[in-house]
């Protein structure tokens, strides 16, 4: 009899069934589903049969390629929550046509990075897993696409001698990162391209010798070159930051200590030496933990940072001041920290705010800090720990973070293998992920008798170095940029804030100086291209920097 009836009248009549058995007295075994309702009797049971699969095609038909639907409800689902629910044929897969994106909605048939709803279809078996190789192209046709990409950024005056503003940290905000800019700088410096390196420096120098700066001026007397004036620089230009910290400042006379090693300049090399001693004679601590403080403006102010105290060692380092490079070392060394019963290790964040150079030692957030691992490696900065065991105490902290930090995402159809900013975040960070592929590649290098004790961590260290460094070579060859995050909304730190899925200048600066240090396994490490190792060529030492004329500093200054 219901054979012949539409599907929507099928569907109404199977309600009304459905009415009727919840009307009928009923035992445990009623079930309009099941079709075993004994008091309604055997017509319904047959109406059941008949009704059900009319029933079922008009809710099928009604869900749009939906794979479930509920007969007693008439609503469409994902997921089959429910044993009675109806399947639906799913005939057109959105799979195919997503370009290897690993989920697609059946209902819109649009594709997706993430699965975002729990119906979405699974076409990760199209989605290359695993260790995945770099795109065939040459590291230095990688190395060009970033100094192309770089370069475009530089925004020149008409007679193209000087810059008119710092390079963009981000594609769509106006935010110039100091930190950011001075990566810049050292990369360019690395593939020789002084003029555009200098001219980055050269609007530091304008910032730092102005009668009326924005960062915070310092007193000049025991600055190296006895200027009248000097400020070290604020975080950001443009949308500005206005805090001044010590590790962003570092990271600075870094960048005027290589170019002057490339470049043979004394007068640049005396702007690296002014930012040193302004930073020890402003944030220097003398008690037993040694280091410098975090900021001359903004807060927090008088933590000693890790991260920060990592730079300074590595300036104080280039410029062969061995009293400040071995405080530096003291407060890093100190910040080590076992945990789990001694099984791993890390560096803590710093030292509590309060009092300037108080002796705290900060264990916040609570979760492991990246940078205070991967950077500390790079820069060799717990080499000299007092026991003699420092570089097996950056392995064991370097096996640590690569067991928790480690992270994946997908991103426009691409698998990629990177670290978190933090334990406690969420989502590849760029910026450290190229970091930790160099620390990776320097601790193989330079410390190969702390994995020699470890055949475990040497396999690790070098499984996840060619995953991080392929992933890296892999995003450069598709765009000629990093981005900072490819995660869906942004890498959380989560300590505070999130990196976008933008295009990223010192993410993209961190990638190209991998790939000078080393662009693949089969090839040697340079330290050439590690930024916190001592240069290639010498640093002009203080005297002769002294003696040579400033007019680096007056040409911009008059």
């Not at 100094?147 to 193209?160: E, I």
Request: aromatic share 8%; net charge negative.
């Amino acid at each position: 009899m219901l054979a012949g009836l539409s599907a929507e009248v099928a569907f109404i009549t199977w309600n009304m069934l459905l009415v009727a058995c919840l009307a009928t007295p009923r035992d445990a075994n009623c079930s309009i589903v099941s079709g075993k309702c004994p008091n309604t009797g055997y017509l319904l049971v047959q109406l059941n049969t008949k009704a059900r699969t009319a029933a079922a095609e008009s809710c099928c038909t009604r869900c749009g390629g939906m794979p479930f639907c509920s007969l007693d409800s008439g609503n469409c689902y994902g997921s089959k929550r429910k044993d009675y629910y109806e399947s639906c044929p799913v005939t057109v897969s959105c799979c195919a046509q997503c370009d290897g994106l690993p989920f697609c909605s059946p209902v819109s048939k649009h594709c997706y990075a993430s699965k975002r709803k729990d119906y979405y279809t699974n076409c990760s078996s199209e989605v290359q897993s695993g260790p995945q190789p770099a795109l065939p192209v040459d590291p230095e046709a990688l190395l060009n696409s970033v100094d192309s990409w770089m370069l475009a950024r530089m925004r020149w005056t008409p007679d193209r001698q000087q810059l008119t503003g710092l390079l963009k940290t981000y594609d769509g905000f106006d935010r110039h990162d100091a930190y950011d800019n001075a990566l810049a700088a050292i990369y360019l410096t690395m593939r020789g391209k002084l003029r555009e390196a200098k001219a980055i420096l050269d609007f530091f120098i304008r910032e730092m010798y102005v009668g009326t700066p924005q960062g915070v001026a310092l007193e000049t007397d025991s600055l190296p070159s006895n200027r009248s004036q000097f400020a070290l620089l604020i975080a950001s230009y443009g949308d500005m930051d206005t805090a001044v910290d010590v590790g962003n400042n570092a990271w600075v006379g870094i960048a005027f200590a290589r170019y002057a090693a490339a470049s043979g300049s004394g007068c640049y090399a005396l702007v690296a030496h002014d930012i040193l001693a302004a930073i020890h004679h402003g944030r220097g601590c003398d008690d037993g933990l040694g280091g410098f403080m975090q900021r001359l403006r903004g807060h927090p102010q008088n933590t000693r940072s890790t991260e920060h105290n990592i730079d300074m060692k590595s300036l104080a380092r280039m410029l062969h001041d061995e009293a400040l490079q071995a405080s530096a070392e003291s407060f890093i060394s100190s910040m080590h920290h076992e945990y789990s019963g001694g099984e791993r290790a890390k560096y803590l964040i710093g030292t509590d705010n309060g009092e300037p150079c108080n002796a705290n030692r900060n264990h916040w957030p609570g979760g492991f800090i990246t940078d205070t691992t991967f950077w500390n490696v790079l820069a060799d900065g717990d080499v000299n720990a007092p026991n003699g065991d420092g570089p097996q105490r950056m392995a064991k902290a370097m096996g640590s973070a690569l067991r928790e930090v480690d992270a994946t995402d997908v991103f426009e159809g691409q698998t990629y293998h990177g670290v978190r900013f933090t334990s406690l975040g969420s989502g590849i960070q760029w910026e450290n992920t190229a970091s930790a592929a160099l620390a990776m590649a320097h601790l193989i290098r330079t410390y190969p008798q702390t994995l020699d004790a470890d055949p475990s961590l040497r396999e690790l260290v070098q499984q996840r170095l060619d995953e991080y460094r392929n992933s890296i070579k892999t995003m450069l060859s598709k765009y000629g940029f990093m981005y900072a995050s490819v995660h869906e909304g942004g890498s959380d730190t989560g300590i505070g804030w999130t990196y976008f899925v933008k295009p990223h200048l010192a993410a993209t600066a961190w990638a190209g100086m991998m790939l000078v240090h080393q662009s693949g396994s089969d090839v040697s490490v340079s330290e050439a291209g590690n930024p916190y190792a001592v240069p290639p060529q010498p640093v002009p030492y203080k005297v002769d920097a002294l003696s040579e004329s400033q007019h680096c500093i007056d040409i911009h200054n008059r």
